[in-house]
């Protein structure tokens, strides 16, 4: 983005003042400290997006900051005292016991304990087959983690169960809405003790469905959803594995290529994806556009269709018209999955500072905590 508005800013046109700065301010021809000072006094109190590059409604981006900041000092407003944290069964209760009713709720343990993976599944020459395997089995681990941790409490609260260290440990780390490192180690998940069980629910049974397509990759005859997964980044790995072989060719000559149209990608393999968002442009006719004012801040993409080809074959896209878009795992963008490269219209620096942006996963904040499945698609522009 800096590489992107340093050539805006500092030419020799812009300082000139023959062109307003973002098309908006009007850089003065004099070197007076006065001239200066009197510019900046006309500048209003509030910035406008447009100065930036940015899309008019960030400000619903910026107010949706702004709350999970301020939702998150409350929750620290109402963390408990290091005096809450010693044993007392009767506050433990009132703390943990939703938790773990939340739990029972959500996760049938019982039925997931009766799949059984084999070890000549997860050994599988087909890397997608094995991949979902994998990820099932993982699953049952954390689950019986999760498990163990909350039925130790639960005994300890309701029953005779004998208050361990390990368990004390847990409890605490509970307590603070946290989550135990014996879970993060397994998957690294949302830092709610709440929201970690509502996400792992959701991806535990999603992935169970999984399970009857694994045999010969059957699951990618039909678009999915890489917020599925706990690892979708080991799936785009498999899947590039599965390429590579397909077209003997080793998996570092490989680059991954994208589309919006159907049938538009000549590859052995190819994987359609629903459930993409993007934010900060708009997507129309398969090309990314700037982002109308009245536009919502998030739009739900239609399927995407991607693949691995060699790097040495041609660009889908004249290279000149396309748009480097980066796919995070949720709004943060604190972990980045991949890159697509999508076409667009008019000037790509401008996409870049708009910083439009897909999510593989989102949490929507509404009375009660809902959990969207969305691929999310950043994109950056060349």
């Not at 780390?173 to 830092?191: A, C, F, M």
């Not at 000037?347 to 691929?375: F, N, R």
Request: proline share 4%; hydrophobic share 40%.
């Amino acid at each position: 983005v800096i590489c992107v508005q340093e050539p805006g800013i500092y030419n020799s046109e812009t300082m000139a003042g023959s062109k307003k700065l973002s098309g908006l301010i009007q850089v003065p021809k004099t070197s007076e400290i006065k001239d200066i000072f009197a510019l900046i006094s006309k500048l209003p109190d509030i910035d406008s997006p447009e100065i930036f590059g940015l899309p008019s409604n960030i400000d619903r981006s910026v107010q949706r900051f702004n709350s999970a900041k301020i939702i998150l000092s409350l929750k620290q407003l109402q963390s408990i005292s290091a005096e809450d944290l010693k044993f007392n069964r009767e506050k433990w209760m009132a703390q943990l016991g939703s938790l773990l009713k939340l739990w029972k709720a959500l996760v049938k343990v019982e039925e997931f304990r009766k799949f059984r993976i084999k070890a000549s599944q997860l050994s599988s020459t087909d890397p997608i087959e094995g991949f979902i395997y994998m990820e099932f089995y993982n699953m049952q681990q954390l689950m019986e983690r999760i498990h163990e941790t909350l039925e130790g409490i639960g005994n300890v609260l309701y029953s005779s169960g004998l208050l361990t260290s390990a368990i004390e440990k847990d409890a605490t780390i509970l307590l603070k809405n946290e989550v135990p490192q014996r879970w993060t180690s397994i998957w690294d998940g949302p830092q709610s003790s709440t929201e970690y069980i509502r996400t792992f629910s959701r991806k535990a049974n999603a992935i169970k469905g999984w399970l009857p397509k694994a045999a010969g990759s059957a699951i990618l005859k039909e678009p999915i959803s890489l917020a599925d997964l706990f690892h979708p980044e080991t799936f785009l790995n498999a899947f590039r594995q599965k390429s590579a072989r397909a077209m003997k060719k080793g998996i570092d000559d490989l680059k991954l290529v994208c589309s919006f149209e159907d049938k538009l990608i000549k590859a052995p393999n190819i994987i359609s994806i629903k459930e993409l968002l993007l934010q900060g442009c708009t997507m129309e006719g398969g090309r990314i556009i700037e982002q109308a004012e009245n536009r919502l801040e998030l739009q739900v993409l239609s399927y995407c269709y991607i693949a691995y080809l060699p790097k040495g074959e041609e660009s889908i896209y004249p290279a000149k018209s396309t748009v480097d878009v980066p796919v995070y795992f949720g709004l943060s963008r604190e972990q980045l999955l991949c890159q697509f490269v999508l076409p667009q219209v008019g000037e790509a620096h401008d996409k870049i500072i708009s910083g439009a942006v897909s999510y593989t996963h989102l949490t929507l904040p509404t009375s009660d905590l809902v959990q969207i499945s969305v691929v999310a698609v950043s994109l950056k522009k060349k």
